[in-house]
Structures are given as structure tokens and as C-alpha cells.
């Protein structure tokens, strides 16, 4: 496998780890006591969003589903055969 697809792919496993960590940890300020909701905000707004800490995660998540990935390339454990349910298609008179 290129460098280039190794670095697009965990790209991408990047950007999806980052939107399943992100509502995790966070509270808005129905659950935070004390907290008043400025003029203008969302009352749905979170109270306590922490990028840095999102990105973390998000970081140690792509790691470990990317290394899963690239087992799986290496070592071919679920290929592309296993994955189809429907069996070989059916073949006509044509021989396709």
C-alpha cells in the first residue's frame, strides 16, 4: 500500500472518529447548575466543549481502527468474497 492511501485512509477514519467521540463528556446547561444561557446562544449549546480533548480521542480511536484496517489488508482476514451474501450470479445462455 502507498504512503499517499495509507495517509488518506486514516484521514478518513480521522474525521469519523472525531464525530463519534464528540458527544461524549459533553454537557449543556440544563446540566450544569448555575450556568444562564447568554442572549442569542442555543439553549442546546454545550457548556463544556473541549477540542483538544475531542481530538485526543479521536486520535487514539483512528490509531486503533486504522491498525484494524491495515491487519486486515495485510493479513486478509474478511475479503471481498466473504462479503458477498447473495452467492455467485447466476450465468445466462451468453456464458456471462
Do not use: C
Amino acid at each position: 500500500m502507498r504512503w499517499t492511501s495509507i495517509v488518506a485512509i486514516y484521514a478518513l477514519f480521522w474525521v469519523l472518529s472525531a464525530f463519534l467521540v464528540m458527544p461524549f463528556g459533553l454537557r449543556t446547561p440544563d446540566q450544569v447548575e448555575g450556568h444562564q444561557v447568554g442572549k442569542g446562544h442555543a439553549d442546546s449549546a454545550p457548556v463544556n466543549f473541549r477540542p483538544g480533548l475531542i481530538a485526543r480521542r479521536a486520535t487514539v480511536l483512528a490509531l486503533v481502527l486504522f491498525g484494524l484496517y491495515y491487519a486486515n489488508y495485510a493479513y486478509q482476514w474478511i475479503t471481498v468474497e466473504d462479503l458477498n451474501v447473495f452467492g455467485k450470479p447466476p450465468v445466462d445462455d451468453l456464458g456471462y
